[in-house]
Structures are given as C-alpha cells and as structure tokens.
C-alpha cells in the first residue's frame, strides 16, 4: 500500500465561520506540503483535523485510500504530530520524556535510541537534567528529538521553527528533506521560508474561502 | 499495555518529582478538620456525633482540591494532545491517570483520615470502616470528578466552575460513605454500605473511562 | 427513515412546522392550566389533615415532574446531538436548560411555601425537596458549563457530555437521597405522599401536569424557533424571512 493521505471536499466551520470550504489535498510519499496562509486563516484546525484529532469537519479523508474511519488506528500508527506546544513535561528528563512517547506508541523502547535521537537534535550532555532547566529552544529541540526517534512515515507539523536557532533550522530542513528521501512524507505550517526541493509544495488558505493549490 | 503501564509509571514519578502537590490536600484536609472544633465546639460528645460526616466531608473536598490539576499541566504542555493521538484507546489511558490520582490523593487521605478521627473523639470501633470506606469511596471520586476535570481543562479558570459540576454528582457517594462510619458507630452492620460504594464504583469504572475520553476530545479542540 | 430524520433535524423545516404547531400548543396549555388551576384551587375538596395548604400541590406536583422530564429531554436531545450532529437538538438543549432550572426553582419554592403551614418552616430536608435541590445544583452546572466556552461548538458538546452524565446519575441520587432521608427521620409528612388521594383531588391534578408540558412544549417550541434564528442568522433563509417581515 502506497503512502498517501487525501482530503475530498473538506469544509470546517467553526461557530458560523467558514475557515476553509472545498478543500483538495493529496499528499504523497516523497512529498512536502507547506501549508500557508496568514494568521486565523485556519492553518493549525487543519492539521487538526489532517491529524485526525478534529472529528468536526464536512468532507472526506482518506488514508492509503480508505475512508478515515476505518482505519483510523492503522493512521495513528503511522502519524507523528508536533503541536505548538512541545508536549515535554519540564519535570522529566528529556530521556524520560522520550520513553514515554516509545511506550505510548507501544513499543519498550531501547535507551541507545534515546541517546541517538537527543545527540542528533545537538541535546548531547543533557539528556539527564529536567527539561524545565533547559532554554525553549532545547525544550522545542527534545520534541524534535521524536523525529529522529521514531520511524513514523506520515510528520504533521505545526510551526515546527518556533524557538530553533539557524542552525536548528537548516538541521530540522536537512531533516524533513532526508524523510521524504525515505519515502516519508511531511505535512508543515511555518512563516519560515523553506529551501526549495523536489517534492516541495504549497497549499494557501485565504480569507475564509477554499484552499488554493499551487 | 506498555502505553498504559508507562503512562502510569510517568504520572507517578511526576507527581512524587513535586511532593507538595501530593501533600497539599492532606495538609488541607488536617486544617479543615482543625476549623470545626474551634467553629462549634470543643465539647467531644458533639464532636463524635457530627465526626463521621465533617471527615467525610472535608476528604471530598480536599479530594476536589487536587482535581483541577489532574489534566491540566498536560493540556498546557501539549502532552494531551499527543495522548490523544496515540493509537492506544484513550479511555484506558485516562484511566490509567485516574489511577495516580486516587493513589496519590484518595488512598493517602484515607490512611490520615484515622488520625483525625481521633482528634474529633470518633467512637472506637470505625476507624477501620472510616479508612476502608473513604479508600473505596474516594476511587468513585476520582472518576467522577476527572470527567468534570476533563471538561473544564480548557477553560482558564476551570477551578471553581468544576466544583460545581462535580459537587453534585458526589453526593451518593457521600451519603453511602458517611453512612457506613454512621453504622459502624451504632454497630449495625456496615457490610450493605460497603457494598453499595463498591457498586457505585464499579458503575463508575464502567462508564466514566469513556466519558472522560469524551470530554477529553472536546476539550482538546475548545 | 433517515431521509427522515435528517428532514426534520434541518432547521428550516423545524421553522416551518413549528410555526404551525405551537398556536395549538399554547392553546392547550392555557385551556389544561385554567381548568385544572380554577378546578383544584376552588372545587377540589380540602384535605382532612392538611386543609386548604394541601393545594399548592397542584403546582408543585407538576413543576417537579417538569423538572426531572426536562433535564431527560435534554439529555437525550444531547445524546442525539452527539451521535447524529444534529444540531437542531442542540439548539432545543440550548433552550431546556434555563426552563428546567426555573421549573426546579418554582417545584422549591412552592415546597417551601407549602412547608410553612406544614412544618412550621421554611425549609425541611425532606428527602423530595432535597433530590429537587441537587437537581437544580444539576442545571446549573450544564447551564454555568455552556457558558464557560468561548467556541460554540464546544460549548454544545460539553453541556451535552455532562447532560448525560447527570441523567445517569439522578435516580442514583433520587434513590440514596431517599434511602439517607429514612435513615435520619421518620417519615413525616411529604408534599405528595397522601395515601390514596380521591378522584376529586387527583384529577384536576392530572390535568395540570398535562397543561404543564404543555406550556413546556409550546415554550421550548418558541425559543427553539428564536434560537434557531439567532443561529443561522448568516443563512439565506434566514435573510430572506427577515427581509419579508419588514
């Protein structure tokens, strides 16, 4: 089954708003999808519901051609989300905290992955302070961490450069760019400009009309 | 079963890593149960008669207390979301948390509330049914309160709005628990009492995992 | 069936039918509460142990069942909100919640005022007046919940959640308030416990709970219809009704 998730015709309304109507999206293997618009345009209630945590949207979703519904666990499995929160606890270590995501996807977990995942994102010597001692950055930094991590092929990521310095930036672009490689496929809001490669697109909400595909 | 064994695993070395969250009911507890012999009386007749409802009472309330911050440091920090998105089911996994809660809160609770007794001349004879009562009782608690701490986590005062939704529906487990120390004081059996709280918790076991799951998805969007 | 369902879950049907329906329920309402009112405030005999105050039952008596039937109605308006997105039962949820309290309140007050002659007080834990008083703690819960979201949609759900949490939870709490209330006092007198009440007292009481649900009906029907307007007021149906009435 190919990698593939598809939007027919969705439609979100929230409390009378159209945020966006008539919306097609098909996202492949191999592909970047940047989606753009300007503030409240509804970026981040797309990923949403793309992510599968919205239920409230008229319209269909398909994943590896299926309806949504029906596989919804199979997606969830295949899906790694990063929110605007990082989703680490500051009371842990950034170790703990990444056990914590390996269990959750129902895996023991190996702690030389965790050492691995924290060295690449540049987390190395800090794998056993409280998450809380360390900058934003480094704390945005331990969720990025589950990037390396966890072999998810579907990334769903909101402002994912918030907090990162220049050269946290053009590692995690490095890093999305090596995943579609893989045959990954990621999903992205930034206001960050991203280099141009082969499998970069963009997808435009406007005010309060259909997305525009360009 | 590894999402939910870690799950629990997390919260509890969270909750022991800030030990005063874990101790502020109980001093709470201590200090309520302190404020009515100097509010009424010091006499011990009266204390010993109005005792089983005042420590059942001040137990739920500093129960409630701990409530609010159940879901709320993860809601904040962005955890819940991917607890949602986990492929696990969530209800499982928010009953997982419940757990912490009445582990960390209603069972320590329940082993002071002996203590006080003493303090408020509880006739001899319940402490054993007052403990065993508020353990029981205080797991019904937890459940039913985390629903209405799910729904109000997205709200940024939630805390008093959440006493007013979970008040209400704690009173047959009030009524049942106090009941049961009442019974053991007049030495009737208590054996009834104690097998309606466990009725009335495993009818929350059964349904209040998915209603907290519910309310978690809206909350999560609100 | 569906086709149905969905029929009548859109709010511009509901509009239609509702306009038609709710003159006969008023009418209903009014003629049942005249009856019933003039007949059990004036020809119904007086109860040989209560007199005369044993008639503020034929207000009580109604504004309790009201009370607990609403807060089911608006539960299972909930559920099927949740279930089927329909959001006309929302709507009529929206509306319930503020009519159930206020009947709860009138079943209270009218417990209190009956309580006065009776009891010689204004307020006794009866075992009624007690489950009547949660029961408006209840709404007000769902009421204050609805209000505390700033999304709409959220707020829907949420009152809808803890609806159904409560229907679940009431006859347990109608059932330990009872079984607590034997426990600590022997039965004294209820507002509604007459023992075999005669047919020239019960019923005109009967017709007043049917004129109650009734009025009920026909005020849910009402502020449904505004609820409805204020909601879709962006739909051009909407616009274009408006538009005609100037």
Known sequence: MSLRLQA???????????????????????EIVRVEGPNGSGKTTLLKILSGQLADYRGELFWKGAPMRRVR?????NLLYLGHAPGVKAALTPLENLAWYQALAGGAGD????????????????EDLPTGQLSAGQQRRVALARLELMPRPLWVLDEPFTAIDRDGVAALEARLEAHTRRGGCVLVTTHHVLRASAGLRSVCLGEGGGGVER | MVAIRATLKRD??????????????????????????????PDPELLATIAPGLLWVAALLAALLSLDGL????????????????????????????????????????????????????????????????????????????????????LSRGGVLLSLLVLPLYIPVLIFGAGAVQAAIMGAGVSAHLAILGALLAVALILAPWAIAASLRISING | MWAFIHKLGSPKWFYGISARLSPWCWAAAVALILVGGVWGLAFAPADYQQGNSFRIIYVHVPAAFLAQSVFVAMAAAGFIFMVWKIKLADMAAAVMAPLGAGMTFVALFSGAVWGVPT??????????????????????????????FSSRDSASRAASVLAMVGVINIPIIKYSVEWWYTLHQPATFSVTSQPAMPTEMWVPLLIMVLGF???????TLMRTRSEI?????????????????R
């Open chain 1, 8 to 30: 027919r015709k969705l439609a979100c309304e929230r409390d009378d708003r159209w945020l966006f109507h008539d919306l097609d999206l098909e996202l492949h293997a191999g």
């Open chain 1, 73 to 77: 666990r199979d997606f969830l499995a």
């Open chain 1, 111 to 126: 702690e030389d992955d965790r050492l691995a995942a924290l060295a690449a994102v540049g987390l190395a010597g800090f």
């Open chain 2, 12 to 41: 509890l070395v969270l909750l022991l890593r800030r030990r005063s969250e874990v101790l502020n009911p109980l001093v709470f507890f201590a200090l309520v149960i302190t404020l009515f012999p100097i509010g009424i009386s």
């Open chain 2, 71 to 154: 879901f709320r440091s993860d809601y904040e920090d962005g955890s819940l979301e991917q607890l949602l998105l986990s492929p696990q089911p969530l209800p499982a996994l928010a009953l997982a948390k419940v757990a912490v809660h009445w582990l960390l809160t209603g069972l320590p609770l329940a082993l002071m509330a002996p203590v006080l007794g003493i303090m408020l001349s509880l006739p001899a004879g319940s402490y054993l049914v007052l403990a065993l009562s508020l353990a029981l009782g205080s797991a019904s608690l937890s459940l039913i309160g985390a629903i209405g701490a799910a729904l109000t986590v997205g």
């Open chain 3, 119 to 148: 009891w010689g007080t204004w307020w006794q834990w009866d075992a009624r007046l007690t489950s009547m008083l949660i029961l408006f703690f209840l709404y007000i819960g769902v009421i204050a919940l609805r209000g505390a």
């Open chain 3, 213 to 219: 649900y009734s009025f009920f009906i026909a005020v």
């Open chain 3, 229 to 245: 307007l204020r909601r879709e007021s962006s739909k051009r149906w909407v616009r274009d009704l408006v538009g005609e009435g």
